[in-house]
């Protein structure tokens, strides 16, 4: 079979999967769309291997990795679904309470790549919860087309207040400090923003390529952001002069960064989209960043 490189692949298929990613078009549309592009040695069959993630390879930090203590957790959302649950991960030999990072998936459940981003929290030295938005529903159900499918079935603020339960869980946890950070994903890029707004004890938040709240909602910010996105991500972009102008107006602590010629989902090692100085030096000053706002 011929390996495809990412070179020779047109941008128009990855914006195409941006678009399928997201919901903008269905499955079918997406596959007879993707077919232009099946010329030159490449088939469709091929075409399809290559941009759908891969999780089973990718996989940076085991979930039984010994280093860490992981477990599934079941906590309260009495503003949301009711309960909920998510990924608990920190250090097995820590000894004194450790600062805290809620990790938000995209718009598909708690799949393997945002557990396994939840464990690279631990890893670097925090405890992390990474819930499961799809919980209520039976949780991720195995694919990304199925959770995609499931999470549009449930209303998004109250999923937000989900994850304002989940900030709320592990700022209360015995292992956690009371100093939590937030980070997210696309949808949890929105989450991630959308969290900064409604919780004033929030201390960090790092929203990558995520929607913007709205101008008014801004004053309310209290935490610092990180914020991170993809220079070809014209999408999520769009909203960005806006949220910067009323980020200004109002004195809002942030820094930004925007990865040239980088699409959205760059920091997401299962697909092609995958950029990996990008991923590398983003999550760096992720970490970073939150070592030093959660004291």
């Not at 079979?1 to 079918?28: P, T």
Request: glycine content about 8%.
């Amino acid at each position: 079979m011929k390996e495809i490189k990412k070179e020779d692949i047109s941008q128009e298929v990855f914006d195409l999967y941006d678009q399928y990613a997201h919901n903008l078009i269905g499955r079918r549309e997406f596959v007879d769309k993707l077919s232009v592009y099946a010329v030159g040695g490449l088939t469709l069959p091929m075409l399809l291997d290559y941009i759908m993630p891969n999780y089973l390879e990718k996989v940076q930090v085991p979930p039984d990795d010994p280093g860490l203590k992981t477990e599934t957790v079941v906590y309260s959302s009495p503003n949301g679904a009711g309960e909920m649950n998510g990924q608990l991960s920190r250090p097995a030999d820590h000894e004194n309470p450790l600062p805290g990072i809620i990790v938000v998936h995209e718009n598909r459940g708690l799949n393997p790549h945002i557990a396994d981003v939840g464990r690279r929290a631990a890893s670097a030295g925090f405890i992390s919860l990474a819930p499961d938005a799809l919980y209520p529903l039976g949780g991720y159900p195995g694919t990304d087309d199925e959770g995609r499918t499931l999470q549009q079935k449930r209303d998004r603020n109250e999923m937000l207040e989900d994850f304002i339960a989940a900030f709320n869980y592990l700022h209360d946890h015995p292992e956690c400090d009371g100093n939590v950070g937030a980070v997210g994903f696309c949808f949890g890029g929105w989450i991630v923003n959308m969290m900064a707004v409604r919780i004033p004890e929030l201390k960090a938040a790092v929203p990558f390529y995520g929607g913007q709240p709205a101008a008014e909602d801004v004053p309310a910010i209290q935490a610092p952001l990180l914020l991170q996105y993809a220079g070809l991500d014209e999408r999520v972009n769009a909203g960005w002069p806006a949220y910067e102008a009323a980020l200004k107006a109002n004195g809002k602590e942030y820094q930004v960064y925007i990865y040239p010629d980088t699409n959205h989902g760059f920091h997401n090692d299962t697909t092609p989209r995958y950029d990996e100085a990008a991923a590398k030096l983003a999550w760096e000053r992720t970490i970073a960043f939150f070592k030093e706002k959660l004291k």
